[in-house]
């Protein structure tokens, strides 16, 4: 009984992490890439709730998430970028590969 209740805990940690985290797939198959790659989600996650805390944002984690990986570049302030700004429509982008034809 005692070894399904652990079973069951890392398979809700494992929803949770496909549910709020943006693991497609992991690099690597050792156990420290799987983890190096969760624990740097799991930060930026944290990191994201603690700004949008600090900064009273009325919007998800998720939206935040984003705004913030398409205006990853942008020299803009997050301040600015969540003033009277509307991201309820906000969609990910899905940009196909750069494909060179050097032959």
């Given at each position: 009984?005692?070894?399904?209740?652990?079973?069951?805990?890392?398979?809700?940690?494992?929803?949770?992490?496909?549910?709020?985290?943006?693991?497609?797939?992991?690099?690597?198959?050792s156990e420290n890439a799987v983890k190096i790659q969760i624990y740097c989600a799991i930060s930026a996650y944290?990191?994201?709730?603690?700004?949008?805390?600090?900064?009273?944002?009325?919007?998800?984690?998720?939206?935040?998430?984003?705004?913030?990986?398409?205006?990853?570049?942008?020299?803009?302030?997050?301040?600015?970028?969540?003033?009277?700004?509307?991201?309820?429509?906000?969609?990910?982008?899905?940009?196909?590969?750069?494909?060179?034809?050097?032959?």
């Open positions: 009984a005692l070894l399904y209740k652990k079973r069951w805990q890392v398979e809700l940690f494992f929803k949770w992490v496909k549910q709020h985290l943006k693991i497609k797939s992991f690099w690597g198959t944290c990191l994201v709730s603690i700004v949008a805390d600090k900064l009273k944002l009325q919007h998800s984690t998720y939206e935040i998430l984003q705004v913030l990986g398409i205006s990853l570049l942008d020299k803009t302030s997050i301040n600015e970028l969540f003033m009277n700004i509307d991201y309820s429509n906000v969609k990910e982008l899905d940009y196909n590969q750069l494909s060179l034809s050097l032959f």
